[in-house]
């Protein structure tokens, strides 16, 4: 069993900017985010390799978040910026236990553990 949390959630205005982060409690594979708004799918936001040489984005996303880990304290983060109201949604972190230094994805079912998320909300 692995746990994950996130947290760094909460209410900003268009534009700002938010770091969420997800700890886990030992160093995983593939560490992803995706998120999920009311009455909408689960969408893939973000993903990393563990030694975090290779990412990938979501296209609606691309450009203005950034995803990161530091396996030191088996954390990743999700740097979000320019945030607009449609980015509004629970976002959730997923990890991979096992994989290649270099493996990554951005398919959900792949992944084996998923933390309860955090609620971002950016309104004026």
């Known amino acids: 069993q692995v746990l994950l949390a996130e947290s760094g959630g909460g209410l900003v205005q268009p534009g700002d900017s938010l770091r969420v982060s997800c700890v886990a409690g030992r160093t995983l594979s593939s560490m992803g985010w995706f998120r999920q708004a009311p009455g909408r799918e689960r969408e893939f936001v973000a993903a990393?390799?563990?030694?975090?040489?290779?990412?990938s984005y979501g296209d609606s996303v691309k450009g203005r978040f950034t995803i990161s880990r530091d396996n030191t304290k088996n954390t990743v983060y999700l740097q979000m910026n320019s945030l607009n109201p449609v980015d509004t949604a629970v976002y959730y972190c997923a990890a991979r236990v096992t994989g290649s230094d270099y493996f990554m994805t951005s398919q959900a079912y792949i992944y084996d553990y998923w933390g309860p998320g955090t609620q971002v909300t950016v309104s004026s």
């Open positions: 990393i390799s563990r030694n975090g040489d290779r990412t």
